[in-house]
């Protein structure tokens, strides 16, 4: 059984559409995050959720914006789509009140706008 | 504020020797140190972790770490390479004394293995 996992793994898509990515986690976690890998590999958070607040890296433009239906979802919704938004977008989970909270990753999904 | 550095882009090694990846971190309380490492094309993996007690913690694949706070560093250790062992390695710092939840990665270090 997959931890966290992410849909779909590839998009390539069109400047200007309107794209989703979806993640689930079957960890029971109750914190979601989105981060951002981009060509240098460097790893930049965009969001994190739980069921209490929603933090917002304030570098991340409102095109994009996370969307959660449950505690095990947490989707990431991404308007008018840049040539600058082509990069590897990895979701993971956590649970905040354990110790250590060491996050589980998703396999990524690597967004290509041409 | 939390912050976290990797000074080497990249670490060559020969398989079976030792191999060491550093990481300095920055925080205003007490750290919450990890290490990750991503395999191509895939996801990060937590490989350790400190979080108090022993400065030493010992990992998955045989990895260690040594917390070091005088120098503020966690740097990231295997006494015997392996080519498998080639990869992305992240460390990661969070400040829990500072409230936060997400932890803050650093740029990472590509290992590379040599047979």
């Known amino acids: 059984d997959t931890a966290v996992s992410q849909t779909p793994k590839y998009l390539v898509t069109q400047m200007g559409n309107d794209k989703s990515i979806k993640c689930e986690q079957n960890?029971?976690?109750?914190?979601m995050y989105w981060y951002k890998q981009d060509s240098k590999k460097f790893l930049k958070i965009m969001f994190s959720?739980?069921?209490?607040?929603?933090?917002i890296n304030e570098t991340v433009p409102n095109r994009f914006s996370p969307k959660s239906p449950d505690k095990a979802h947490l989707n990431l919704h991404i308007n008018s789509l840049e040539l600058g938004d082509s990069a590897v977008y990895f979701c993971?989970?956590?649970?905040?009140?354990?110790?250590?909270?060491?996050?589980?990753f998703g396999e990524g999904s690597r967004l290509t706008v041409l | 504020a939390q912050s976290v550095a990797q000074p080497e882009d990249q670490v060559n090694v020969a398989e079976g020797n030792p191999l060491t990846v550093k990481c300095t971190y920055s925080?205003?309380?007490?750290?919450?140190l990890f290490w990750y490492v991503q395999y191509p094309n895939r996801g990060l993996q937590f490989l350790l972790k400190?979080?108090?007690?022993?400065?030493l913690v010992k990992g998955s694949y045989g990895f260690e770490a040594e917390f070091n706070k005088s120098q503020t560093s966690f740097h990231l250790k295997k006494p015997s390479a392996l080519v498998s062992d080639s990869a992305l390695y992240f460390c990661?710092?969070?400040?829990?004394?500072?409230?936060?939840?997400?932890?803050?990665f650093g740029r990472g270090t590509s290992l590379i293995v040599h047979p």
């Open positions: 993971a989970s956590s649970q905040v009140g354990v110790i250590g909270r060491e996050l589980f």
């Open positions: 960890l029971g976690h109750d914190t």
């Open positions: 959720y739980n069921n209490k607040e929603l933090i």
């Open positions: 925080v205003s309380g007490n750290p919450y």
């Open positions: 400190y979080i108090t007690g022993d400065n």
């Open positions: 990661a710092v969070l400040d829990v004394s500072g409230g936060s939840y997400i932890p803050t």
